[in-house]
């Protein structure tokens, strides 16, 4: 029991990272001006790269995805889906020692300005998929097949609503100031 169940959500893990960087390539490939200027925002890589990494980035993103998504190559698809997590990690801590806070991740999804809590989320994403790469990622039946795609998919939901309401947060904070909580602090 505890097995199949370690290997359902190994799967179903490997499978949510699929669906986060599938979403994360569609966003890059669909606005490759902005990518590329987040890209830049960086800091760092010399101009003649942006432009060849703008168009590499997506494609290897999605080549992850299904890796990820294809049994007989889920192994493969978390090396390459692990090396870019830990990769656009190093670049953010990079950025953020450069005191680049105000940029975009360009993680896809609403703008969301760089911070060490997006570094040590990839490093946790990147973690999640060590089970699958050891090769306990393996869905038995179609029925398990079915409810790890299901798990996948309400966890892709469930980010992308966390992502909106953090999103809305900051502009709530923008706009009105601090709130009344902050204003009390201290008072005593």
């Not at 490939?29 to 200027?37: I, K």
């Not at 969301?112 to 570094?119: G, N, Q």
């Not at 089970?131 to 892709?156: K, N």
């Amino acid at each position: 029991m505890l097995s199949d169940l370690l290997h359902l959500s190994s799967a179903s893990a490997a499978a949510f990272v699929a669906l986060l960087l599938l979403r994360a390539a569609l966003h890059k490939a669909g606005d490759g001006d902005g990518f590329e200027g987040v890209l830049a925002d960086y800091g760092l890589v010399p101009e003649p790269i942006l432009k060849p990494l703008r168009a590499t980035l997506p494609g290897l993103e999605i080549a992850a995805a299904v890796a990820l998504s294809a049994s007989p190559l889920r192994v493969l698809g978390v090396g390459l889906a692990g090396g870019l997590l830990l990769a656009y990690g190093a670049a953010m801590a990079a950025a953020l020692r450069q005191g680049r806070t105000e940029i975009d991740c360009g993680c896809g999804g609403p703008p969301t300005p760089l911070s060490w809590s997006l570094v040590a989320r990839n490093l946790v994403l990147a973690a999640a998929l060590v089970p699958a790469g050891l090769g306990l990622g393996e869905w038995q039946t179609l029925g398990e097949t079915g409810v790890g795609w299901s798990m996948a998919l309400i966890g892709l939901a469930c980010w992308i609503a966390c992502e909106h309401l953090a999103a809305n947060h900051q502009r709530m904070r923008q706009a009105h100031g601090p709130s009344a909580a902050n204003l009390f602090r201290g008072a005593t």
